[in-house]
């Protein structure tokens, strides 16, 4: 495990103002939001920085102040309308044939026509360096094809398959018996060789058209073809592993960028009505209510505890309707760094994203999620005892409360947060994306601690 030196601003060298640098992302909120803070750092010191993504986030890019490029030859899927976009994908409804799916049409497939948009861009901008999130499947083409280093930027748990670990898409924690770590061994082989095989099969098939190689299996590819890794969180939060990448960098927690001062802090003066207070929701992607939030209302209407319910726009009006006792609050969306720091138990379906500030904001989780690579997020937080992992997509209502109450009433979990939060707080995403970028543009290299 990387042993992190924190870097301060003398020991940087800094970037000439003027550098190029291409952003690019897969077009949901979990692979652009976490980028956005490094973008804004690098324009704020000088760097042209651009962006390549769905048209999803045209108008926010562009409120950013930086130039947008969208999608000529790739195809613009919107998560909010998955079932819309990939009709078959809403019959499937075991992990392992989701997650596959997905690998292969949201991710694989569109790499080609990822590399195609990408070509015509340098044409008329020819960037130094691209920064993409790490499930974005044109890395290997920009930096073996065009010769450009990238940085991946890693918005979830580290997906490279270890020696020290089961295999990376089945939510398991490592094992510490004999017989625990050979059954770990073996279905890294079944991993490779039968469940994820279809996917690392079309992603070869792709690669080899464009005389580019597989490096490792569907999981690895895209982590060792990068130049540099930057893993959102600390070691704390991953599973220690005794070959970690070399070309992997901690950076804390990558969070959105929220301009200073922007508005009027939201509040509620029920707030101060109630001693404990509950946030939950679903994230903006899920559309199913039933799956948490209703549970979650049903568990705790007419309690003690305030319940603080977002929506992310999903049946707002109807839930409110429904719910309308005195201790719950029920909205499309409320600022995370808002009503956080209010909370002292926050139920959701484990996107990375929130987990992250959920973690710097001292605030122990319940998570009930496994598609979407969600089971990977969840199955950390149960494991360093950050919160209670529910292990479903439907959760009871008598589960959800249970777990909500040995949260409250065990001290640890949010000790244990705590003291993680420290540990991230020790990095400092902005300079350390600088130092890189400026090691792989200047110098051709990074180095390596």
């Known amino acids: 495990m990387e042993k992190f030196k924190r870097i301060a601003p003398q020991d940087i060298t800094s970037i000439k103002p003027g550098k190029k640098v291409l952003f690019a992302c897969v077009p949901a909120d979990g692979h652009y939001y976490p980028l956005t803070g490094l973008a804004m750092h690098l324009k704020s010191i000088g760097c042209d920085v651009r962006w390549y993504t769905g048209a999803l986030y045209k108008t926010k890019i562009e409120a950013l102040g930086i130039p947008y490029y969208g999608f000529e030859k790739a195809m613009d899927f919107n998560p909010e309308r998955f079932d819309q976009d990939f009709p078959e994908r809403a019959k499937i409804n075991n992990v392992i044939g989701k997650l596959n799916f997905d690998m292969i049409n949201v991710f694989i497939k569109r790499g080609p026509e990822y590399y195609a948009d990408i070509q015509q861009i340098h044409a008329e901008f020819a960037f130094d360096i691209m920064i993409a999130d790490i499930a974005f499947s044109a890395i290997a083409f920009v930096k073996e094809k065009m010769n450009i280093p990238v940085i991946a930027v890693s918005v979830f748990p580290l997906v490279e398959t270890s020696k020290d670990l089961g295999p990376a898409g089945l939510g398991m924690t490592p094992a510490k018996s004999f017989f625990g770590k050979r059954k770990q061994d073996l279905l890294r082989f079944a991993s490779d060789k039968i469940l994820f095989r279809k996917p690392y099969q079309v992603m070869k098939q792709i690669f080899n058209s464009y005389g580019i190689q597989p490096d490792g299996n569907v999981f690895n590819t895209n982590v060792r073809k990068s130049s540099l890794v930057l893993q959102s969180g600390s070691p704390s939060f991953e599973y220690k592993r005794s070959d970690l990448g070399k070309n992997i960098r901690f950076a804390g927690a990558l969070l959105p960028y929220t301009k200073k001062n922007q508005q009027i802090p939201w509040f509620d003066k029920k707030l101060q009505q109630y001693k ?170 990074y180095a390596l601690n």
């Open 276 to 445: 404990k207070v509950i946030l939950v929701t679903q994230g903006t992607v899920e559309k199913e209510v039933n799956k948490l939030l209703i549970p979650t209302l049903e568990a705790f209407k007419n309690t003690n505890y305030l319940v603080i319910a977002t929506t992310g726009g999903s049946n707002t009006a109807e839930l409110k309707a429904r719910f309308n006792q005195p201790n719950i609050i029920i909205e499309d969306f409320i600022p995370f760094n808002d009503v956080m720091p209010h909370c002292d138990v926050y139920i959701t379906n484990g996107g990375y994203g929130g987990v992250m500030l959920a973690i710097e904001n001292n605030l122990p989780m319940v998570v009930a999620g496994v598609h979407e690579g969600k089971n990977e997020i969840n199955a950390r937080i149960g494991y360093f005892k950050l919160g209670e992992n529910l292990k479903t997509e439907m959760p009871t209502v008598a589960a959800i409360r249970t777990a909500v109450e040995k949260v409250l009433a065990d001290k640890s979990y949010k000790h244990n947060v705590h003291q993680l939060k420290c540990e991230m707080s020790q990095y400092d995403p902005n300079l350390l994306v600088e130092q890189y970028v400026e090691e792989l543009v200047a110098e051709g290299r």
